[in-house]
């Protein structure tokens, strides 16, 4: 140790008066820089003093080895926080596998079963509807017989006097059922028989079942009780009978001949209603409904009074 000169004693002993014995003095060892090639390298000391703080410690070591604690610090939490974020996502997953395993619970199962269902069974309605419509039913009006036909002096429900007409007519039709897989039921709108736009008799027909692929004659009775014609109903009266025709007596000269009067024009009449068929294809679920329109033109004779009248060529069948 170097010798103190007198003007450091002299400085020294200025600033303490109280003198304080000596603290040792503290040495940092670190490796020479001047080892790259791996050699074995002399450790140096640093023999220079460190400045002693207060408390004794030494101020340089004290901050490096702060910084090394913190340096270590930092890392053991990155090291922790790397492995707890490792841990974290395991853990997610592990759960992730474990849901992707959860079995679905009941109530899907019941519910895409009823939807399934449900879409099968409306799927296979709507097959018998599109292969049932297009088997309509076949109507022909084959005759109308007419078994009475009177006209006669009376009052309408208002007191009002005019001629009035009662009526009897049966109408015959043919009904087929051309279903191949099912039966229908057949009903009617009232059935209008017109005279001048007056209708002067009505029926219809009873309701019923007819199978598949079968066909009926079905007769419906058209009734008129003294309905009021107001004046229209000349043409339907019927005409007095022929008066006898004299015999001509000989005598010189021409003969006359005597010509039987013309009969009456025939009487156009109109017969309008529809038919209403509905087919029970499956229940209540699947019901095609056919209707048919028909119009018939007659003409009515007096002469063929109880007599069957063909108006086949004379109607229309229209579907609707």
Known sequence: MHAKTDSEVTSLSASSPTRSPRRPAYFVQSPSRDSHDGEKTATSFHSTPVLTSPMGSPPHSHSSSSRFSKINGSKRKGH???????????????????????????????????????????????ILYAAAKPQKPKISVKSITFEQLKVQAGQDAGGIGTDMITMNA??????????????????????????????IGSGSIKKF???????????????????????????????????????????????????????????????????????????????????????CLINFEHKKLSKHIPITNNCTVTSI
């Open 209 to 295: 079942y007819q199978s598949r692929k079968s066909q009926r004659t079905v007769v419906v009775n058209v009734l008129g009780d003294k309905i009021p014609l107001y004046g229209s109903g000349s043409t339907l009266v019927p005409p007095p009978p022929p008066a006898p025709i004299p015999k001509p007596k000989k005598k010189k000269g021409p003969i006359v001949i005597v010509e039987p009067p013309a009969p009456p024009a025939p009487v156009p009449m109109r017969l309008n209603f529809t038919v209403r068929s509905r087919a029970y294809v499956l229940g209540k679920l699947v019901q095609p409904k056919f209707y048919k329109r028909i119009v």
């Open 80 to 126: 922790a926080g790397e492995k707890q974020f490792a841990m974290i996502e395991e853990e997610g997953l592990l759960d992730d596998g474990d849901r992707e395993q959860e079995p679905l619970p009941r109530r899907c199962y019941v519910l895409a079963f009823i939807v399934g269902f449900s879409l099968l069974f409306a799927f296979f309605s709507l």
């Open 170 to 199: 049966t109408l015959r039709m043919l009904y087929r059922n051309t279903g191949t897989f099912f039966g229908v039921h057949v009903t009617s709108s009232p059935i209008d028989l017109s005279f001048s736009q007056i209708t």
